[in-house]
């Protein structure tokens, strides 16, 4: 007979489902980036410059808004710029500024990675109700909101 998970605390129980629901759900966008030899990270740096387009946004702007921290922001900036997705530029009145603004194939990724990342969360969360989708989405926000010193733009949304 199998044991049911005993864990420590109701705390426990919820963090150790967090971990495993987010390992499960990551499988399906790692398969679908690694076509595009993208990581999530990277898509997600791309999907904040596409949304300040045509303008351009500072590094460290752009590490803060990321879904999950990037400790070396500027490797993952220099990929991107390798591959010819984003450019940087330092403005002229303050050469220590490093501007990020994504460029015509970084656009032209994006359109085509629209429509597999939209089926991707419908196969991930597609079987919740619009109802449990919004009560999951607060409780995960109010989960987190202690833990973050500056919420940007994950305080309110997070469609930017």
């Given at each position: 007979m199998r044991r049911p998970p005993h864990f420590d605390s109701p705390e426990q129980e919820v963090y150790l489902n967090l971990w495993r629901t987010y390992d499960r759900l990551r499988a399906e966008e790692?398969?679908?980036?690694?076509?595009?030899g993208l990581t999530a990270q990277q898509y997600n740096a791309l999907r904040i410059l596409r949304g300040e387009h045509p303008a351009s946004l500072p590094t460290l702007a752009l590490a803060a808004r990321l879904v999950s921290r990037a400790p070396d922001i500027t490797r993952l900036v220099d990929k991107l710029v390798q591959r010819g997705w984003v450019e940087r530029r330092r403005p002229p009145g303050n050469r220590r500024v490093v501007e990020l603004q994504i460029t015509a194939e970084g656009l032209k990724l994006l359109?085509?990675?629209?429509?597999?990342?939209?089926?991707?969360h419908q196969r991930q969360l597609g079987h919740l109700s619009p109802q449990q989708l919004r009560d999951l989405t607060?409780?995960?926000k109010e989960a987190r909101r202690p833990h973050e010193a500056d919420a940007g733009p994950w305080s309110d949304h997070t469609s930017r």
């Open positions: 790692d398969a679908l980036f690694g076509d595009f359109r085509e990675l629209d429509e597999p990342v939209r089926r991707c607060s409780l995960l």
